[in-house]
Every structure is written in C-alpha cells, then in structure tokens.
DNA sequence: CGCATTCTCTGACTATAGTCAGAGAATCGT
DNA sequence: ACGATTCTCTGACTATAGTCAGAGAATGCG
C-alpha cells in the first residue's frame, strides 16, 4: 500500500507539473487560462451559463465577468433562453470559433510535443498506459451517494433504466406501478436509493427496499453505457447491501430479466443463488437472494 | 497519430482536473500552493536558494518573498553559505519539519483517496499504468541541445563518464589527454558537443569530432543511471549522426571496451558494424563504423 | 395574484502569483 | 586591485482568480 500511494503521488507531481506548464505556455500564452478554458467549455454549439458554472465550478459572478470579456473580444455572444427567461445562453460567434480552432490546434501541438521525442513503440505505450489511468482515474472519480428525495437525476436514471429495459427486452418493457418504485415510497425507513456521480452527472442508480421483516430487494440497479466496465455496479451494490444491513435485513433477493446479462453475472459472482419465483414480475425470469453476513470489509466509497 | 494525440489531450484534461483540484483542496487549504510547494522542495535537509529558484522556475523576487513569509511563520531560516557568501540556504525549522510531515500525510490521503474506491485488482493496474505513463512522460522530457563552450553541466557529464569508467573497467581507468575531448577543442568547426537535459538536469552527453574529411568519431557518449532504459543514448546517437552529417561527415566511428554492454548493443543496433581497430586506444577492445546516408525520418528532439 | 425561488449580473473586495528595476554584498577573472 | 558578474533582496507594480453581498428580472407554486 505504501509503495502504491508513493507512486500516485509521484505521478501526480510528474503530470500536473508538465502539463501544467505546458498548459500555460500553449493556451495561457494570449489570454487567462480561465478564458481559454471557458471557450473550450462553451464549444461548438450553444450552452447555458448555468451548465458551464456547474462543469468549470466557477463562482456565478468570476463566470458572468469572464462571459463579459469574451463579449467585449467579440468571441461570443449571450442571449435568453427561449423557455424560460432567466437562463442566459453563451454561443460562440465565428471569430469565436476560430479562436477555440486555434485553440484546439496550440492543444494538438502540445500533445504532439509530447509524444514527439519518443520511439513509435514508446508513443505506442504511452497512450495506452494513459488510456489505462484516464479509465481507471474516471472510475475512481465516481462516488456514490444517497439520492436526496426529490433528486431530478435520480428520477431521470430511472427513466433512462426503463428505456433500457424497453430497448432491450424482446416483449417490450411498459413500467407497472406495483414493480416501480418512487423515492418518496422508500421514505422513510422503507428503503434506500443511491445515486452513483461523475463530476456532478448522475451516471448510476440503485435501490433497496424492505419487503418483509429481515428482507430486502434490490431494485432498479443500473449504470449510464458511458461508465460500464468501471466496477460500478459492482460498488453500487456492495453500497446497497451495506445499507440493506443498516436497516436490519438479513436476507436480500431481486429479480431480473434473461436479456440482462451483465446483470446476471454481477449477482451471480457477488454471491447471489437462483431462488425460486418469489413474485410476480411479468418481466422477471431470475430470481436471486443472498444471505447477508457482517462485512469484514470496511465500505470504500 | 491523431487518434494519439486526442488520447493525450483527454489524460491531459482528466488528469489535471483531478489532481489539480485535490491539491488545491489537501495541500492548499492552509496556506498558499506556492508556499506548500517550496516547503516540499527545501524538505529535510538544507538547500539553496539558487536551487529552489531553478527547481520550482520562479522569479528570484518572489521566490525571496515566499522564503521571507516562511520565515516569518517559523517555519524555516536562511543563512548565508560558509563557502560562498552571496548564495543563501534554506533550511526547516522543527516547526517546518513537522509542518511538511503534515504536507506529507494529507499527500498520501490524497493519493489513498484515489485508490480507495477501486477494487484491488483496478488499483493495482492504475498503479502500474501510472507508472509507465511517468517513466515515459520522463523519457519525453528529457531534451537534447547543444552544449555551450564552458558548460558546468557538460563538464560534469564527462568527470562521471569517466569515473563510471574507472569503476567498471576491470584494468582501471585514467584518461588521457590524447583521447580526451574538452568542449574547447570541439569549437568552432572540429566537432559537436550534446547534452541531454531533464529539469535542467544534465543527464547525458555526447560528442563528435571531425577525425578526416568525410569522417568523424563518436566520443564520450554517456546517460545518467537514473535515465538509462529511455532511449536517451539512442535519441543522443541519432542527434550525433545528425550533427555530423550537418559537418559533411559521411563515415562515424567510434571505439568502446568490451564491458560496456549497452553501448555494444546500442551501436550494433543502430547500424554499426565492427572493423578492425583505427587508432591506439588503449582502453578500447571494439571499433565500429557507420556509413551515414541521407535521413528519411527528420530529427526529434 | 403574490410570495418564494432561481438565475444572472454588478460592485466592491481579497488572495495569489507573479514581473521588473535596481540596490547591495560577495566573488570571479585578469 | 578592480571591474564584471553572481546572488539575493526590496519596493513598486500588474494580472489572475477568485469571494461575497445584494439587486433585478423571470419563473414556479399555492
């Protein structure tokens, strides 16, 4: 663990500081670094202000001040949205858009600067080493969270899951209202519903619920196609039973459909046995339950 | 190659995102990065202040004010060096020391809050990938320039070169002046002295002379043990070629002794063939030679 | 309708991270 | 010995990156 945590810092002080400086020097060179990373965010197509303050994480009046600069350089332009007034919209203007291709060009040059000195064979092993750590770096940056009652997002994973389910089940998929459930239903004590996030977008979801003394059923677990193969089903469940235990349920069980097949295999290797039908989701043709025991491994997220 | 220089860019983003936000947030909240950072490169033992200046590349005018504010904190003095009285050292106080085993502690719960929410086998690979992706980013830092006329760093290069000789030749090793090149004697037009620079760092060296018309010889090829395995001979000998095809040398020549295994290596696989011996070394066992033809591929470095 | 909330903006302020010119002390080179 | 150079320091200045409080317009909700 030691030498592990010696290596994360070491390359932390490698990176930040070459490309840090080699930020500075491509894009800092003819305006603040907060400017160029702004026309960056913006992009080709309109965005709010709102979603650029919650993706650069800027205080609403540095982000007004540095909209209004831009402004006055011509490279953008601010209007209302059409909906609903008090949003404003930052667009790019076509000096703005050369300006951001300029920008990406200085940003392929100091990629280029990188990889430049090396063999092929290096080149070739540095990408995927950083394809390696961008990946792992992203699963690492999820964290998972008990969805507040109310929550948009979570509401929104759950209509992305019953798309899902309506795309990928042969008979179609029509949510019932006895098999769906809403947050305010697992309010308060009835059950749990967590909502994994990646830089401020919910990416994940899950729920338990009590459905008889000592017993829990995992629901609607599912993870945005972007982050799968990240291990975050896997963390969302592990983070499900722990709550499921929290609630005194020492047996949980779920059901799923034959065309979830990542699904299955995620139940079946952490530990949950084919049971029989224990309820009467038209959809369900598996039925799962594991025993819960006291976890000798301390929560990790 | 495009496709490579997006992934860069990607890492780039993801990665001074997270690391630069988690500094800011473990090291910076107590006082300023910058003084954060110059507490870490003073760290236990005395340094000066000259080196501070070239290691963090800040302006002597700041670099003195962050020292003075430090200072003042308690955290560490200065002090003039006994043998030269214009150059000042810095060194931690007990308050200091303690101080930057704190830095220390909240680095490493950085660094473990990254890891902590990957499985063991993911942390395992983020690891190893980390430590390829800084092996590599290291390789593509180093640089390769001419050496200037009176160069410290070169000079240095040559006096380790030599007492790497004496200590892994066998009979020993003393130079002698016949087949010793001072950067004088390369100057103007008789030759090219390189150096190879990490940080600022001389980390190798190389020369080549003009030893007839059309024909020049490899002299002094040397890499730093902390850089050996990144290609920083092979990038040397390729600038060496270039240089002297820059002379109009169109044969290379170059002699070594049996126990330099890499260099045997590296010049055979560069295109060197042996030939009988051409002068009266007396430390050398192997000559080679290299007939030099147009470049396809353009210099990198 | 009217009150609470959301969203953006402005003004006033602070902290951080420098840059630049020049002074003063020490040392180097000849 | 002495002029050039090196090294550090101070004072004065600027740019960047914010923070915070509050105003004003638009919308949501009962």
């Not at 979570?154 to 795309?167: H, K, T, V």
């Not at 990928?168 to 998929?173: A, K």
């Not at 017993?215 to 969302?236: N, T």
């Amino acid at each position: 663990m030691r030498a592990e945590v010696l290596q994360v810092r070491a390359f932390s002080r490698a990176v930040t500081r070459r490309f840090g400086v080699l930020d500075e020097q491509y894009l800092g060179r003819r305006r603040p670094l907060a400017e160029a990373r702004l026309l960056f965010e913006v992009g080709m197509h309109a965005t709010a202000v709102r979603d650029l303050r919650a993706r650069l994480g800027l205080d609403s009046g540095f982000l007004s001040r540095l909209l209004r600069s831009l402004e006055r350089q011509g490279l953008l332009v601010t209007e209302s949205a059409r909906d609903d007034g008090r949003i404003r919209v930052a667009r790019l203007t076509r000096a703005g858009r050369r300006e951001l291709h300029h920008l990406n060009a200085l940003s392929d040059a100091l990629a280029r600067s990188v990889l430049a000195p090396l063999s092929p064979e290096q080149a070739r092993r540095l990408v995927a080493a950083m394809a390696e750590v961008e990946r792992l770096l992203c699963a690492s940056s999820i964290a998972i969270a008990p969805a507040q009652p109310g929550d948009q997002d979570a509401a929104n994973c759950r209509r992305q899951y019953f798309q899902e389910l309506g795309s990928r089940f042969p008979e179609g998929f029509r949510p019932t209202a006895a098999h769906t459930l809403t947050l305010r239903r697992l309010e308060p004590r009835a059950g749990r519903a967590l909502v994994a996030r990646l830089a401020g977008d919910a990416v994940g979801f899950g729920a338990v619920r009590r459905i008889a003394p000592g017993m829990g059923e995992i629901k609607h677990m599912w993870v945005a196609p972007r982050v799968r193969g990240l291990g975050v089903g896997r963390r969302l469940l592990a983070e499900l039973e722990r709550a499921a235990r929290g609630m005194r349920v020492r047996v949980l069980r779920l059901d799923t459909h034959a065309s979830l097949t990542e699904a299955l295999g995620l139940y079946r290797s952490a530990g949950y046995r084919k049971i029989p039908r224990y309820n009467d989701n038209p959809y369900a043709q598996h039925w799962f339950e594991k025993v819960l025991v006291a976890s000798v491994r301390p929560g990790r997220g």
